[in-house]
């Protein structure tokens, strides 16, 4: 019997069915991943090498300027990297290398600092040629006034493109700048020789400061890390020398140089800063300040490892980092270049950096940075460079260049630069706050109070947020936090948005309070609650808003959790700073009705400290003072580091450069901080400017480069002869007459009182009737920072109570000189009683500047 089987399975004509349907699926994804795909293809490149010309400026027989180029038009009032003093003749010096770029003609322009007054512009030539070498000595027109400080704008007329070239320029009214320099270059010198210890009576040694760390070394340091206690390094070259500041009081310089030090058969390079405040008069010159920074520049080859400790040599205390969740990864900045060490690979890369050559001035100039903005488990991360462009495409631009960073093909693949016209200080002070990139690709900055999104595919740009002020917003320590308010003070609501989603939450005030953001601990929200039956408006006109309490929420939850409440009988916060992981707290009291500044709180983030799985450690070294390591996971049981790859990574761009602009709406009148050249702070809130440069040795501006305030003051001022009230003003109250005398002084008459009585305020006067000045609501401030005012030739308007003032018109070293309206006098006041007369009235002052 024949026996016929039934075929199992599928049959054949499904099969080639199905077949074909296969292909053709494949076919189609094959496709469309083209298509996806199609123009944005990677190409590798290499970061071309520097090429524009450096100019240096030279007077007092030094180099006290090295100008790097722009290939667009600054925002000139910003560039105030140095402060060029020119002779009795107003000549100075200057030497450009070309470096073979191809110059046509050179000429330049002389400018008022706010950049709207135009004072000379001038072609130059006969320069004398050497090669690549072109000097000449310029001659400065007379229109230069004494003790005035100019824009001086340098162009290079090019083949194929003009460069700009930016530094200050100043006529001093007396010759103690050249006295203050040689005074700071025989500091400099002897604490380079083995005589440092005679500088011993120009510093104030601190119990506090680490006696080991070099650095970061200041006036407050031993006299054994003022002469390098020890540190084999010696200096490379003759230091670049910039003044930062020139005025009757005293002078600020900047001394910019590296140390090469010999180490196992190679050389390691450091870059320098030092940074002097010296007092000239006639019997000596004081040291006010002094600061000086080592970093190390890193060399791939010669990075120590050790168990689970990565040696990385001298850091400032800005080091940025971040690291995997494991600990098997960490990512940091040094000396303005981006590194990643892999634990379980026992790899080193350089992932992004403009040094190749450490003695290349162009290569090592520091105007830029890089802030890490996330990483994952294996090292791949987003990051942005910003400031000023060393080399390679972008060189000679200002602006910001996103980057990722794919680990396993050990590439930095640029997604999108954005060009800008400030400088690196106000980038570096004004956006870093806000910098997020989220999961689809969008990237979010905040510049100068407005929150732009900017879409990576198709570079289109939106403001999200805008004319925010710096006290209406908080951003979370990763960036994709957002929270703020629309009003200026305090609010009925604030804000919360995801940038992951740009979702939006809300958060009410309760019935009879109002609300104000002041910062994030790590991604945890701190809000302030204040009653307004405890709003209240001070003397000058000012309100004030004291909050009773305090929350802090977290964002991650629906429900806005609360975890944590601040309240203390008594007490009102008015404002908070973040340092790392602990927020300080602003507090005052209620006196008789005032109220009165009292000691600062903090609150500690534990769990931000707690969640750093690598941790950044400095240990004493016998040869650079204090060295840094970053601490990894602990290695498994059997694992070693037997030897470390260390590399560069390559560079990718998608097809063309993706490069756009981002325009902002106008700007809020902002104060920017400066110590030396760099701006430390940025802000709209003049109290916190002024405590900030107080504490630093600093000095403020304003968005159009007037000087607000500085630390340096005449040592005493003889009181003004022309301050005199009208009879009505003083026969009303001693606050209408000071507001009155205020007023005469500047040749302006009129009835105070009545203004006053029709419920203006003295500050609301002042700003309506000096329509030409500034006038600044000084309150909060000490009265030494408000004599400022008077040493520049300003009375300072002053409450002593309800209706009640007196007007400040000169000093000296222990008293003050009022003027009383209500009996025409001046008398003297101790300074000491009249701080605590102040302080007890709330410390509201005002004044103004031209």
């Known amino acids: 019997m024949k026996l016929n089987f039934r075929e199992k399975g599928i049959p054949k004509w499904i099969r080639h069915r199905l077949l074909v349907l296969f292909l053709i699926f494949t076919g189609a994804l094959i496709v469309f991943q083209i298509l996806l795909n199609l123009g944005e293809e990677e190409k590798k490149v290499t970061m071309a090498e520097a090429t524009l010309p450096l100019v240096g400026v030279q007077t007092y027989d030094h180099t006290m300027g090295e100008l790097h180029g722009y290939r667009t038009q600054m925002d000139a009032c910003y560039m105030r990297d140095a402060l060029i003093p020119l002779d009795s003749k107003r000549k100075m010096d200057l030497t450009i290398n070309t470096y073979g770029y191809d110059v046509d003609s050179v000429s330049y322009e002389v400018r008022s600092l706010d950049t709207q007054r ?17 000097t000449k000595s310029l001659q400065i027109e007379n229109l230069v006034d004494e003790g005035q400080e100019y824009l001086f704008i340098l162009k290079l007329h090019c083949k194929s493109d003009d460069l700009y070239y930016y530094t200050r320029i100043t006529l001093p009214e007396e010759t103690y700048a050249k006295k203050c320099l040689e005074f700071t270059d025989s500091f400099h010198n ?21 006696k080991n760390d070099l650095g970061n070394v200041n006036i407050n340091s031993s006299i054994d890390q003022i002469g390098w206690r020890g540190f084999a390094g010696k200096q490379v070259g003759d230091p670049l020398v910039s003044f930062t500041d020139i005025n009757d009081t005293y002078a600020s310089l900047v001394y910019t140089y590296q140390m090469a030090e010999e180490a196992d058969g190679a050389t390691n390079y450091y870059n320098v800063e030092e940074y002097y405040k010296v007092r000239y008069t006639d019997q000596q010159i004081y040291l006010l300040d002094y600061q000086r920074s080592m970093e190390q520049i890193i060399d791939t080859a010669s990075v120590n490892v050790s168990g689970n400790i990565l040696s990385v040599g001298v850091t400032s205390d800005t080091t940025g980092y971040l690291s995997n969740e494991t600990g098997t990864i960490v990512s940091f900045v040094q000396s303005g270049q981006l590194f990643e060490y892999n634990q379980n690979k026992q790899t080193f890369t350089k992932v992004y950096g403009f040094i190749d050559d450490p003695t290349d001035a162009r290569q090592s100039y520091g105007q830029h940075n890089i802030r890490i903005l996330n990483i994952d488990e294996t090292g791949n991360m987003d990051f942005v460079v910003y400031g000023y462009m060393n080399r390679g495409q972008h060189e000679g631009e200002s602006g910001i260049d996103l980057y990722h960073y794919d680990s396993i093909k050990q590439e930095a693949i640029e997604q999108v630069f954005i060009a800008t016209t ?6 570096n002070a004004d956006f870093s706050d806000l910098l997020y990139e989220n999961a689809d690709g969008d990237f979010y900055i905040m510049m100068g109070g407005t929150l732009a999104k900017v879409g990576l595919d198709d570079l289109s740009t939106k403001e999200l947020i805008t004319n925010l002020k710096s006290d209406q917003y908080a951003v979370s320590s990763s960036g994709r936090y957002v929270a703020w308010m629309t009003e200026d003070d305090v609010a009925d609501q604030i804000s919360i948005m995801d940038l992951e989603t740009e979702k939006v939450r809300t958060i009410d005030a309760a019935k009879g309070t109002k609300i104000k953001p002041l910062a994030f601990m790590t991604e945890d929200f701190v809000y302030g609650i204040a009653n307004e039956s405890d709003i209240s408006t001070d003397a000058a006109g000012s309100a004030v808003y004291p909050m009773a309490k305090v929350e802090i929420i977290d964002t991650s939850s629906d429900n806005f959790t609360q975890l944590k409440e601040y309240a203390k009988d008594g007490i009102y916060v008015t404002g908070a700073t973040k340092s790392s992981y602990t927020l300080y707290l602003d507090r005052v009291t209620k006196q008789d009705g005032t109220y009165v500044t009292t000691t600062q709180d903090t609150i500690k983030d534990t769990a931000g400290e707690q969640n750093k799985t690598v941790s950044l450690v400095k240990t004493a070294s016998d040869t650079q003072g204090l060295a840094t390591t970053y601490v990894m996971a602990d290695l498994e049981d059997g694992q070693s580091i037997h030897s470390l790859a260390a590399g560069d990574a390559s560079l990718a761009t998608i097809n063309d450069t993706k490069s756009i602009s981002i325009s902002t709406t106008e700007e809020q009148e902002t104060y920017f901080v400066y110590v030396g050249n760099r701006v430390t702070l940025t802000t709209q809130n003049l109290n916190k400017a002024i405590m900030a440069a107080d504490a630093d040795m600093g000095l403020v501006v304003d968005n159009q480069q007037r000087y607000i305030w500085n630390r340096g003051k005449k040592s005493y001022v003889n009181a003004f002869n022309d301050i005199e009230a009208s009879a009505s003003d003083r026969k009303a109250s001693t606050s209408a007459g000071c507001i009155s005398a205020i007023l005469q002084s500047e040749g302006i008459s009129g009835e105070v009182h009545a203004l006053l009585d029709r419920g203006e305020t003295p500050m609301s006067v002042l700003q309506t009737s000096l329509k030409d000045k500034l006038v600044l609501d000084l309150t909060g401030c000490t009265l030494s920072q408000a004599l400022y005012y008077v040493s520049q030739g300003t009375p300072v308007y002053a409450r002593t109570g309800d209706d009640a003032a007196l007007l400040i018109i000169g000093y000296d070293a222990a008293n003050i000189i009022v003027y009383h309206s209500d009996t025409d006098q001046y008398t003297k006041m101790s300074t000491d009683n009249a701080s605590q007369v102040f302080e007890s009235a709330g410390n509201v002052f005002i004044s103004y500047v031209d």
Not at 190 to 210: C, G, H, K, N
Not at 422 to 427: E, K, N, P
């Open 422 to 427: 400030h400088s690196y200080q106000i980038l």
């Open 118 to 134: 135009k004072i000379a512009d001038t072609k130059v030539s006969d320069w004398n040629k050497d090669g690549n070498t072109w």
């Open 190 to 210: 002897v604490s380079m020789s083995d005589q440092y210890e005679l500088l011993a009576s120009y510093i104030e040694p601190a119990d506090y400061t680490d």
